[in-house]
């Protein structure tokens, strides 16, 4: 065996181990959360970065007509990629390529990886689930939520959270108005009716079947703003992730922040439901955005906190 052999099979050896390690970090990114479950995005993927694009076919072209779910979902799975790569010691590089549509996210496998993202979040990808049960009547501490605030490092990208009863009582009225203008529009009905019926929710595929018909053919408005109403005014706290600005890049930070908070509150016991209604219906998303004191800012994502 000559030196060139030797060093082909180490090429070899090593090629093979970073493929390894790219699989490994896409079973991660794949775990994330997304509207409706549509899981809408696509990878593409060498030894050395990996794109991340959004499935258009997936789209929820009428709940999300201005693609922000889209690209908060594709954040999540960018976020647990980024955690999974600093778990085993990757280093990583994230940019946005405008004219691919794509978030590139650079691979080093022999560099000098980043710590911030912690253990406990890495810990946390494979428990995180939407928890959409009634919470328990009982306060977070402050201390805890301060762990939550102190994950967004992002420049121009907040967390706000509201805890009273009259901040959430107000949600909850915007939540009932965003019901009745959705399942009033059958467009809206057939999509998320389509989504149920490909079993999106978890459900068995006849009682998924069956949902589909129900939605599909009545407006539920009314009962989902009683069922949504109950467990709103449950929650400990309410939150808002907002952004200065609303490119795309920006929706994308907000969204990782959104997903590192999910993490976090996982890894403390905490469980969270978004509640994504009221963005759909742009007076009532301004009139949140006021609710939590950011109407010069743009709202992202809401979501509620509590003890289940
Ligand atoms: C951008 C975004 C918006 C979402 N909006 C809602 C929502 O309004 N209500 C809800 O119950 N779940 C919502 N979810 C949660 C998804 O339905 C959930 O992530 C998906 O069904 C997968 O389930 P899992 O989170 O338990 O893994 C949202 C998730 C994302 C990423």
Not at 242 to 269: D, H, P, Y
Request: aromatic fraction near 8%; glycine fraction near 6%; charged fraction near 25%.
């Amino acid at each position: 065996m000559n030196a060139g052999q030797n060093s082909n099979e180490m090429n070899q050896t090593s090629v093979g181990r970073d493929l390894y390690a790219r699989d490994l970090l896409l079973g991660y990114a794949i775990l994330a959360p997304s509207c409706y479950n549509t899981q809408p995005w696509k990878f593409a993927a060498d030894d050395k970065e990996i794109k991340i694009f959004a499935d258009e076919a997936r789209w929820l072209k009428v709940a999300d007509a201005d693609q922000r779910e889209l690209y908060i979902s594709i954040a999540c799975a960018l976020e647990n990629l980024l955690i999974a790569a600093e778990h085993f010691g990757y280093s990583h590089r994230v940019s946005h390529s405008e004219d691919e549509k794509a978030v590139v996210v650079q691979i080093g496998f022999s560099g000098k990886s980043s710590t911030f993202r912690g253990q406990e979040l890495f810990e946390a990808i494979k428990i995180r689930h939407t928890n959409r049960k009634r919470y328990q009547i009982r306060p977070i501490p402050s201390e805890t939520l301060a762990l939550l605030q102190d994950v967004c490092i992002e420049d121009g990208i907040m967390i706000k959270m509201a805890e009273d009863e009259e901040t959430k009582e107000k949600m909850s009225d915007l939540v009932s108005q965003a019901n009745a203008l959705m399942f009033s529009n059958p467009a809206f009905r057939k999509e998320l009716g389509h989504w149920y019926g490909q079993g999106a929710f978890g459900s068995p595929l006849l009682i998924s079947k069956i949902c589909q018909m129900l939605i599909t053919q009545f407006d539920l408005g009314k009962l989902q703003a009683k069922n949504d109403s109950k467990t709103l005014m449950s929650a400990s706290v309410l939150a808002m992730v907002c952004s200065e600005k609303n490119e795309r890049s920006t929706q994308v930070q907000a969204g990782q922040v959104f997903e590192r908070i999910w993490l976090k509150a996982t890894a403390l016991g905490i469980s969270l439901q978004p509640m994504t209604q009221v963005l759909r219906v742009p007076d009532l998303k301004k009139e949140a955005a006021s609710l939590f004191s950011c109407s010069d800012d743009y709202p992202q994502q809401i979501f509620r906190l509590g003890y289940a």
